[in-house]
């Protein structure tokens, strides 16, 4: 096999995006009536979550059309996608093996806040960022969120991590130290570094202030991982993270052959400009040595050259086409007019001691491809020459020597931090145990080993536990979508709030952070001048140290347990806990191991599938808790808010719900920056509506709405 390196990376804005092709097929799915899955060895959490996201990352990001239906001249000028699909049809039998074709879905535009259109233009991500830009900074202006602010010329080296809080002194003089009951000793928290605060830079040192500021490493596999690498000390990680690495290895095929009325099936049009098509073909090769197949693709590019080829069709063309990788040069167009030219760009994926036999393989497979298309134009087939530049009619078959081209950077290179399920490793090794030569990195919430309760998260291919064989993109961006969901419901949804017993104060929870917040009441509404900070806010896994051994990353819902006001449940997610905690101190005395909703509160899961999690949304039940005999009862059918409190509006969403302190038989429902106050027992007496900012404007200097 030839020597292989790595490309670099594009020292300006917008770096190797700038060179995206726009190729972008889904690696699971269903196509031709038939299921697929190219994402072998992934966790089934990565499969579903992109496949979740697909259609969101295709419509709102990509805009991703098929081939075949896109409606510009460029390719519907001549039925040149249609009859190149309808030869591909006999590939199975032209070609053999586990061999499909469709075409290809490509991201044709640009629509983030602007008009779409069923027209094809290349997807630019530096385009949507500078857009993304300024619709965001025009927003900041009328105070409506944050502006963006983008670097340039700025090279990120490694991030400094700050240590986790020490244990704070006793901040009320006046309160006693709470006891410690024997039966509720807890393991010391590990002393690990956990939050970056300062990113050290090309221009110096930038600090991240407020404690709130996520780092997104969203600069490729090889580059994310040198960071990670600078900056994390965990001696785990440094021993595993950047072991594996996969890639794509890539070859060029093309070939032409006189498109007559009989290839068409009917006389072509005359056009005065030329016309693509795009297909997407896939495959499968099984090593002699067995193991894993190993996958390969092909992305094919039909060029139809009018007969009057004029020197402007040549750089229309390359503008034209998905790939500037693939696009012809002049001296493979000239002399072309009246054809129908094919570039095949062949990827197959980096094997361990498989790759001439794959890449053989490969070629040969693509060649047939080749020859399929041109259907009964054999005599007139032609392949280019890469050794002597010119286009060949081989008295044989043509030989991947001379007729493919090999390029010489590896593509799309991916799992240098992959993921899993469970990243942690064993406390001990059994003597004489050898280490795997490498091990997943990252976990399931996009955080790598030594940080995993911290601001970073890591994006892009180097998650990938194997490259497989298909363009990346669209799985990266629907996992990045996925990870900017959940950080954005982090903050707006799940913000669980619980009254101290025997003050009047309310702890506020906001993903891994909590504030405790005194606040009186004015009336039947809170007092905004009687609010203050108590404490925080500050993240909960420091100061609740039992919260950090549940895994629990945020609560969504916390509900007393009756009959005993230092108790309570905690829901997080699918899970729950009960702890126990001392009102005085924000400490807790105990807690018991997490157990799933479903089973431990089977009533909710009797009352349908969105009740598995504690947080519903705009439903609601009623659940009877008889705590002697740790049993739930459901007490009625699930329902609509609105149709209880008919003051809320239909369809409205609630993130927190937590009791009038004053009055168990009040409850107050959070929905952002809105808040309800309702009557649980009387629906129909007043409820109110107002904004939490101010009548709560802690919350709001705590960042929390």
């Known amino acids: 096999m030839e020597r292989l390196y790595l490309s670099g990376s594009a020292p300006f804005f917008g770096g190797r995006s700038s060179f995206w092709s726009i190729w972008s097929p889904r690696a699971i799915g269903v196509e031709n009536g038939d299921d697929y899955d190219l994402m072998r060895e992934f966790p089934d959490f990565m499969k579903n979550t992109a496949t979740e996201f697909y259609d969101k990352t295709e419509k709102d990001v990509l805009h991703v059309q098929e081939a075949n239906h896109i409606a510009d001249p460029v390719f519907t000028a001549?039925?040149?996608?249609?009859?190149v699909t309808h030869h591909l049809a006999n590939i199975a039998q032209g070609v053999g093996g586990d061999v499909s074709a469709t075409p290809a879905k490509l991201a044709t535009g640009l629509p983030l806040f602007g008009p779409s259109s069923k027209g094809y233009r290349h997807f630019s991500a530096i385009a949507s960022l500078l857009k993304l830009n300024d619709r965001q900074n025009q927003r900041a202006?009328?105070?409506?969120?944050s502006p963006i602010m983008i670097a340039t010329d700025t090279i990120v080296e490694r991030f400094e991590v700050e240590p986790a809080r020490p244990?704070?002194?006793?901040?009320?003089?006046?309160?006693?130290?709470?006891?410690?009951?024997?039966?509720?000793?807890?393991?010391?928290l590990p002393a690990q570094h956990a939050y970056a605060r300062i990113l050290h830079t090309s221009r110096g040192p930038l600090r991240l202030y407020g404690g709130k500021t996520n780092v997104i490493l969203a600069a490729g596999a090889i580059p994310n991982t040198t960071i990670l690498l600078n900056s994390i000390e965990n001696e785990a990680f440094q021993a595993y993270a950047g072991q594996r690495l996969t890639a794509h290895f890539r070859s060029h095929v093309m070939g032409r052959f006189k498109a007559d009325h009989a290839w068409f099936g009917a006389a072509p049009d005359h056009v005065e400009h030329p016309v693509i098509s795009a297909h997407h073909v896939r495959g499968t090769y099984a090593p002699p040595g067995g193991g894993p197949s190993l996958q390969w693709h092909i992305q094919i590019n039909g060029i139809y050259i009018p007969p009057d080829l004029q020197q402007h069709h040549v750089e229309?063309?390359?503008?034209?086409l998905p790939d500037i990788w693939s696009a012809p040069t002049s001296p493979q167009v000239e002399e072309s007019g009246g054809h129908v030219v094919l570039t095949c760009s062949v990827l197959g994926e980096l094997p361990e001691g498989a790759a001439n036999a794959l890449w053989a393989e490969m070629i040969a497979r693509t060649f047939s491809t080749v020859r399929v298309i041109a259907a009964n134009h054999d005599p007139d087939l032609q392949f280019w020459k890469y050794t002597n530049s010119e286009w060949d009619r081989p008295g044989g078959a043509p030989t991947r020597e001379h007729h493919s081209r090999t390029i010489k950077p590896l593509f799309h290179e991916a799992s240098t931090n992959y993921m899993a399920a469970d990243v942690d490793l064993p406390d001990e090794n059994p003597v004489g145990a050898v280490a795997p030569a490498d091990r997943p990195t990252v976990d399931l919430s996009y955080?790598?080993?030594?940080?995993?309760?911290?601001?970073?998260?890591?994006?892009?291919a180097g998650l990938f536990p194997t490259a497989g064989s298909w363009n990346p993109t669209p799985t990266i961006c629907a996992l990045a979508q996925h990870l900017a969901t959940t950080l954005?419901?982090?903050?707006?949804?799940?913000?669980?709030?619980?009254?101290?017993?025997?003050?009047?104060?309310?702890?506020?929870?906001n993903g891994i952070r909590y504030v405790r917040i005194e606040w009186a009441a004015h009336g039947v509404l809170p007092n905004p001048a009687a609010d203050r900070i108590f404490y925080g806010p500050v993240?909960?896994?420091?100061?609740?140290?039992?919260?950090?051994?549940?895994?629990f990353r945020q609560i969504d819902v916390i509900l007393p347990v009756p009959s005993s006001p230092n108790e309570a449940y905690i829901f997080s997610g699918t899970k729950y806990a009960r702890i126990g905690f001392h009102p005085n101190y924000d400490q807790l005395t105990g807690y018991r191991v997490p157990r799933l909703i479903a089973d431990g509160w089977p009533s909710l899961n009797l009352a349908g599938p969105g009740f598995t999690t504690a947080l519903c949304g705009n439903q609601y039940v009623r659940v009877h808790w008889d705590v002697q005999h740790d049993q739930d009862i459901l007490v009625g059918q699930v329902a609509a808010i609105h149709t209880r409190w008919n003051h809320v509006p239909p369809g409205q969403k609630f993130n927190t719900i937590f009791p009038d302190p004053r009055n168990p038989n009040w409850a107050y429902l959070f929905s952002g920056a809105r808040f309800w106050r309702i009557n649980i027992t009387t629906p129909a007496?007043?409820?109110?509506?107002?904004?939490?900012?101010?009548?709560?404007?802690?919350?709001?200097?705590?960042?929390f709405i």
């Open 141 to 145: 202006k009328m105070r409506e969120g």
């Open 167 to 188: 244990a704070r002194a006793a901040r009320d003089a006046q309160a006693a130290q709470p006891p410690q009951p024997a039966q509720s000793a807890l393991p010391e």
């Open 78 to 83: 001549i039925n040149l996608q249609g009859r």
């Open 447 to 460: 955080r790598p080993l030594g940080l995993r309760q911290g601001n970073v998260y890591v994006t892009g």
């Open 488 to 509: 954005v419901e982090e903050k707006h949804l799940g913000r669980a709030a619980f009254n101290v017993g025997g003050t009047h104060d309310t702890w506020f929870f």
């Open 316 to 320: 229309e063309i390359q503008g034209m």
């Open 685 to 703: 007496n007043d409820q109110l509506e107002g904004d939490v900012a101010k009548y709560w404007p802690s919350l709001k200097k705590a960042n």
């Open 539 to 551: 993240e909960f896994n420091y100061e609740w140290r039992a919260l950090w051994h549940t895994g």
